[in-house]
Protein backbone atom coordinates (compact mmCIF):
# COMPACT_ATOMS: atom_id res chain seq x y z
CA UNK A 1 0.00 0.00 0.00
CA UNK A 2 1.33 3.58 -1.23
CA UNK A 3 0.73 6.52 1.39
CA UNK A 4 1.31 10.14 0.34
CA UNK A 5 1.50 12.34 3.48
CA UNK A 6 1.24 15.99 2.76
CA UNK A 7 2.34 18.84 5.32
CA UNK A 8 2.82 22.34 5.46
CA UNK A 9 -1.02 23.97 5.00
CA UNK A 10 -1.66 26.63 7.34
CA UNK A 11 -3.17 30.59 7.41
CA UNK A 12 -1.27 32.82 5.59
CA UNK A 13 -1.30 36.60 4.72
CA UNK A 14 -2.14 37.92 0.99
CA UNK A 15 1.60 38.26 -0.51
CA UNK A 16 2.72 35.75 1.67
CA UNK A 17 4.50 32.62 1.56
CA UNK A 18 3.92 28.85 2.01
CA UNK A 19 5.74 25.48 1.37
CA UNK A 20 3.72 22.46 1.32
CA UNK A 21 5.99 18.95 1.05
CA UNK A 22 4.30 15.54 0.08
CA UNK A 23 6.03 12.42 1.19
CA UNK A 24 5.30 9.07 -0.62
CA UNK A 25 6.01 5.68 1.36
CA UNK A 26 5.17 2.12 0.70
CA UNK A 27 5.57 -0.29 -1.98
CA UNK A 28 6.70 1.84 -4.71
CA UNK A 29 8.41 0.57 -7.78
CA UNK A 30 9.00 3.71 -9.97
CA UNK A 31 7.32 7.08 -9.47
CA UNK A 32 6.52 8.77 -13.30
CA UNK A 33 5.11 12.12 -12.12
CA UNK A 34 4.15 13.66 -8.98
CA UNK A 35 1.51 16.90 -8.77
CA UNK A 36 -0.53 19.21 -6.66
CA UNK A 37 -3.76 19.68 -7.19
CA UNK A 38 -6.01 22.36 -5.67
CA UNK A 39 -9.65 22.30 -4.69
CA UNK A 40 -11.37 24.89 -3.22
CA UNK A 41 -15.27 24.87 -2.03
CA UNK A 42 -17.76 24.67 -4.26
CA UNK A 43 -15.24 24.28 -7.53
CA UNK A 44 -13.51 21.25 -9.24
CA UNK A 45 -10.36 20.13 -8.07
CA UNK A 46 -7.77 21.52 -10.60
CA UNK A 47 -3.85 20.93 -11.23
CA UNK A 48 -1.74 23.42 -9.74
CA UNK A 49 1.39 21.83 -10.92
CA UNK A 50 3.04 18.68 -11.80
CA UNK A 51 6.74 17.40 -12.22
CA UNK A 52 7.92 14.25 -13.88
CA UNK A 53 10.76 12.36 -12.49
CA UNK A 54 12.86 13.64 -14.48
CA UNK A 55 12.29 16.83 -14.31
CA UNK A 56 9.68 18.84 -16.25
CA UNK A 57 7.25 20.90 -15.12
CA UNK A 58 3.89 21.75 -16.15
CA UNK A 59 2.23 25.00 -14.04
CA UNK A 60 -1.40 26.53 -14.04
CA UNK A 61 -1.70 29.78 -15.26
CA UNK A 62 -3.27 31.29 -13.07
CA UNK A 63 0.05 30.23 -10.54
CA UNK A 64 2.61 30.51 -13.05
CA UNK A 65 5.43 32.90 -11.71
CA UNK A 66 4.62 32.98 -8.32
CA UNK A 67 4.35 28.72 -7.53
CA UNK A 68 7.45 26.39 -8.02
CA UNK A 69 7.18 22.75 -7.92
CA UNK A 70 10.39 21.03 -6.96
CA UNK A 71 11.09 17.10 -6.48
CA UNK A 72 13.87 14.95 -4.58
CA UNK A 73 13.63 11.52 -6.40
CA UNK A 74 15.06 9.73 -3.65
CA UNK A 75 13.09 10.71 -1.07
CA UNK A 76 9.88 10.33 -3.30
CA UNK A 77 8.97 13.54 -2.20
CA UNK A 78 7.70 16.23 -4.11
CA UNK A 79 7.66 20.40 -2.49
CA UNK A 80 5.13 23.28 -3.81
CA UNK A 81 6.71 26.77 -3.08
CA UNK A 82 3.76 29.52 -3.09
CA UNK A 83 4.78 32.63 -3.02
CA UNK A 84 2.60 36.12 -3.67
CA UNK A 85 -0.35 34.26 -2.60
CA UNK A 86 -3.52 35.87 -3.57
CA UNK A 87 -7.35 35.67 -2.77
CA UNK A 88 -7.85 33.31 -5.01
CA UNK A 89 -5.44 30.96 -4.03
CA UNK A 90 -7.09 29.04 -0.84
CA UNK A 91 -8.10 25.58 -1.25
CA UNK A 92 -7.19 22.30 0.58
CA UNK A 93 -4.38 21.16 -1.81
CA UNK A 94 -3.83 17.39 -2.74
CA UNK A 95 -0.74 15.38 -3.54
CA UNK A 96 -0.84 12.91 -5.97
CA UNK A 97 1.99 9.97 -7.26
CA UNK A 98 1.26 8.37 -10.29
CA UNK A 99 3.72 5.77 -11.37
CA UNK A 100 4.33 2.14 -10.74
CA UNK A 101 3.36 0.11 -7.43
CA UNK A 102 5.59 -2.86 -5.80
CA UNK A 103 2.29 -5.64 -7.27
CA UNK A 104 3.36 -4.30 -10.80
CA UNK A 105 0.10 -2.43 -11.15
CA UNK A 106 -0.29 1.68 -12.05
CA UNK A 107 0.22 4.13 -8.77
CA UNK A 108 -2.08 6.50 -8.40
CA UNK A 109 -1.96 7.48 -5.11
CA UNK A 110 -3.42 11.14 -3.57
CA UNK A 111 -2.40 12.38 -0.27
CA UNK A 112 -5.41 13.44 2.49
CA UNK A 113 -5.06 17.14 1.31
CA UNK A 114 -3.50 20.10 3.27
CA UNK A 115 -5.48 23.19 3.76
CA UNK A 116 -4.22 26.90 2.86
CA UNK A 117 -5.80 30.02 3.81
CA UNK A 118 -5.13 33.15 3.03
CA UNK A 119 -6.18 36.25 4.80
CA UNK A 120 -5.45 39.24 6.73
Known amino acids: QVQLVESGGGLVQPGGSRRLSCAAS????????MGWYRQAPGKQRELVAA???????NYADSVKGRFTISRDNAKNTVYLQMNSLKPEDPAVYYC??????????????WGQGTLVTVSS
Open 26 to 33: GSIVSIKA
Open 96 to 109: NAAGIAGTGNALDA
Open 51 to 57: ITSGGST
